[in-house]
């Protein structure tokens, strides 16, 4: 069921990560990985090399409950999801959908905390990359600064949750979109659904990239300033960025934009999401 509000335009994005697949990894309930930052994942060795092909835990090398204790989620990326997650039990389905998207959204909130501090100094010091990312006029450091900043992790996971059913929609299975986003442009690959009025559902090449535009479209689009103006000011009261309250701006999000926050809310508080508000990656800023 796809409830999210059209995109006027897609923004180009240039930090995909290349897809590739490993033996091992292909084992693991049919979940397959990419190689980006292979790297940081070498300090886990360990745990990836342990992955059990085990149905109800297709990334057995996180631990959600460690995550809650540590505040920090191994680089175990997923590049797609390949298994029918409604074939697990709602409790299991929730638990490796978790396991699959946070990692992701650590590493796009990574990504955005180090654009942030080029963000933070001198105009003529901000690499010319973000100004056009971010579709801003160099030299505008106060647009640049309202739009390069993090998305609580709770809220992301709360969307991503509730437009892919859990990761088993098709276009989660088959667009590796997670948050339903549409486009009415003919040259943007996508898929139709079954009721479509000019639209497709934007097909990605992978779960990273999925994640990453959504990020910059929340970040970046006119449909969402108010969304970006709240957190600009928590930014101005000292206060890291509010989930809960940042949910109850997201009604063009939506065609039910009365009730959209709540059920936000409802899958955050359900699922104790806000534990992950703040999770880095192993050894990263």
């Known amino acids: 069921m796809n409830m999210t509000a059209c995109l006027q335009r897609l923004t180009p994005v240039h930090w995909t990560a290349t897809a590739g697949l490993t033996a091992l990894l292909l084992a693991a309930a049919g979940i397959a990985f990419d190689i980006t930052d292979r ?55 929730k638990q490796a959908f978790l396991k699959i998207a946070l990692p992701l959204v650590a590493r796009e909130n990574a990504r955005i905390r180090a654009e942030r501090r080029h963000a933070a100094g001198p105009a003529k010091d901000v690499p010319e990359y973000i100004w056009e990312k971010y579709n801003v006029t160099p030299g505008d450091v106060a647009t640049l600064r309202r739009r390069v900043d993090v998305i609580p992790a709770s809220m992301v996971l709360a969307q991503a949750a509730l437009e892919s059913g859990w990761g088993t929609s098709r276009f989660a299975r088959d667009a590796n979109n997670l948050f339903g986003v549409r486009t009415y442009n003919p040259d943007t690959p996508g898929l139709e659904p079954e009721k479509a009025n000019g639209f497709k559902i934007v097909k990605y090449a992978d779960l990273s990239e999925g994640v990453g535009h959504y990020m910059l479209n929340l970040n970046t689009h006119p449909a969402y300033l108010d969304f970006r103006q709240a957190r600009l000011e928590m930014r101005g009261q000292g206060r890291d960025p509010d989930a809960r309250h940042l949910a109850t701006r997201l009604t063009q999000y939506s065609e039910i ?15 104790k999401l806000e534990d992950f508000d703040g999770v880095r990656l192993v050894n990263k800023s």
């Open 257 to 271: 934009p009365k009730t959209y926050g709540n059920l936000i809310h409802q899958i955050i508080d359900a699922e």
């Open 39 to 93: 790297g940081v994942r070498m300090q886990v060795q360990n745990q990836t090399q342990s992955l059990a092909a085990l149905p109800h835990d297709p990334l057995h090398a996180v631990s959600l409950d460690k995550v809650r204790r540590t505040g920090v989620v191994p680089p175990v990326f997923a590049a797609r999801i390949t298994t029918d997650l409604d074939m697990l039990d709602l409790g299991a389905k």
